[in-house]
Structure formats: structure tokens, C-alpha cells
């Protein structure tokens, strides 16, 4: 599986961007997909994760509220709507594709957020 990332950039905080991802490859039915984001010195977290065969998302706390991940399911793309941007939200953003959803992950390239104050 191969993903590709965009969408990140620079924004104040308060501001919105929205994140992009699709992926390709020979598997095609892809069950989970998510975002997790990363800042230096830190581990990688998980911010949104969307379960197709239930329909169901998941957020990290911090993002609750702020944050919207959704599918396109039939072409295996995820988004993540992020809106009112604060400095902690300033990442590293990686798509994941998780076919079975056992959180064994194909990772994409990462996208930076920068939110400043």
C-alpha cells in the first residue's frame, strides 16, 4: 500500500487546514485508516481514525471537538478536517493505512502543520 499526503502548511492559530490522503496498491479493501502526528522528542500519537466496516471515528482528546476525519471509501481516501488551530497542534501528520485494523500500519510520507500564536 502506498499513501500520499497533502494539505499541510502554515496557519495562524484559530485557522483551519485540511489534510488530504490516498492510497494505492494491491490491497483495496482498506478497513481502517487514520492520522497520527508527531512532534520532536516525542512518539508518534494517534489523532483521528476512521473504521469503515463500522462507520465509526475515533479522536485523540486533545483534538475532540476540533477535528473531523472522513472516508471516500470506494477510492481509499481519508481526510482530516482540522479547525481551530492551536500552536499544539503544530506536527508532523501521517496517514496510515491499517487493511485489517490490528493497528499494523502503512505509513505515507509525513505533512508539517505549523500553527502559530
Known amino acids: 500500500v502506498q499513501l500520499q499526503a497533502s494539505g499541510g502548511g502554515s496557519v495562524q492559530a484559530g485557522g483551519s487546514l485540511r489534510l488530504s490522503c490516498a492510497a494505492s496498491?494491491?490491497?483495496?479493501?482498506?478497513?481502517?485508516m487514520g492520522w497520527y502526528r508527531r512532534t520532536p522528542g516525542r512518539q508518534r500519537e494517534l489523532v483521528a481514525r476512521?473504521?469503515?466496516?463500522?462507520?465509526?471515528?475515533e479522536y485523540a482528546d486533545s483534538v475532540k471537538g476540533r477535528f473531523t476525519i472522513s472516508r471516500e471509501n470506494n477510492v481509499n481516501k481519508v481526510y482530516l478536517q482540522m479547525n481551530n488551530l492551536t500552536p499544539e497542534d503544530t506536527a508532523t501528520y501521517y496517514c496510515?493505512?491499517?487493511?485489517?485494523?490490528?493497528?499494523?500500519?502503512?505509513w505515507g510520507q509525513g505533512t508539517q502543520v505549523t500553527v502559530s500564536s
Open positions: 496510515a493505512a491499517d487493511p485489517l485494523c490490528n493497528w499494523i500500519n502503512y
Open positions: 496498491g494491491s490491497i483495496l479493501n482498506i478497513n481502517c
Open positions: 476512521h473504521t469503515k466496516s463500522g462507520d465509526a471515528a
